[in-house]
């Protein structure tokens, strides 16, 4: 079975400051991955997703998240944090084969101070 | 604005009752999607559709059913509604429905069961 795993409930930063939202996943075969983000009483948003090939992946709104096959990992970060990229933030994975589903982390409370 | 669109955008009502909430799916996606998110529970894959047939299941309650209809607009129907339904209902769609696609989320179905 797939698994995400943000092992962080709330992730606190100054703006101007580089961010890292953590995400670890397990899954057999090889992973495709995303990350999602929600703000307040909306939907979720894509940011980005690995599929294959480059290890740093460039997403919207500045964000970037670098694939770590070796650790299982795929961290989403930022160089320069905004007060409006305070919202929940979903890591997501499915796997390579057939169809399978995609399984969502907890997620992340990022809160951005001025 | 995804593409994707949902209604209601609330819903009250009382236990044991059934209500039913719709999802028009991107133009030209054929997958749709349905979600559950609570606090407890996270957010949650409950079922997949593709050009109207089932295509994957998840934690889907017996109580609840879903279908996509011939215009590719897709429903989800819940039955004999406890208070432990009431959460917010997402649906998404994709092309194909495949694992590399991004999902695009709606705006969502805010539930109370009361």
């Known amino acids: 079975a797939q698994s995400v795993a943000q092992p962080e409930d709330q992730v606190n930063v100054a703006e101007g400051n580089p961010l890292t939202v953590k995400c670890t996943y397990s899954?057999?075969?090889?992973?495709?991955l995303f990350w999602y983000v929600q703000y307040p009483n909306r939907g979720l948003q894509f940011l980005l997703k690995y599929i294959t090939g480059d290890n740093l992946v460039k997403g919207s709104y500045g964000f970037e998240a670098e694939f770590n096959k070796s650790q299982t990992s795929f961290h989403l970060k930022k160089p320069s944090a905004l007060v409006s990229d305070s919202a929940l933030y979903f890591c997501a994975v499915r796997d390579n084969s057939g169809y399978s589903t995609l399984t969502f982390g907890k997620g992340t409370m990022l809160l951005v101070s001025p | 604005d995804s593409g994707v669109t949902q209604t209601p955008k609330h819903l009250i009502t009382a236990t044991g009752q059934r209500v039913t909430l719709r999802c028009s799916p991107r133009s030209g996606d054929l997958s749709v999607y349905w979600y559950q998110q609570s606090l407890d529970q996270g957010l949650q894959f409950l079922i997949q559709y593709y050009n109207g047939e089932e295509r994957a299941k998840g934690n889907i309650l017996e109580r609840f059913s879903a279908q996509q209809f011939p215009d590719l607009h897709s429903e989800l129907n819940l039955s004999s509604l406890e208070l432990g339904d009431s959460a917010l209902y997402f649906c998404?769609?994709?092309?194909?429905?495949?694992?590399?696609?991004?999902?695009?989320f709606g705006p969502g179905t805010r539930l109370l069961v009361l």
């Open positions: 899954v057999s075969g090889n992973p495709y």
């Open positions: 998404a769609s994709s092309v194909l429905g495949q694992g590399r696609e991004t999902q695009y």
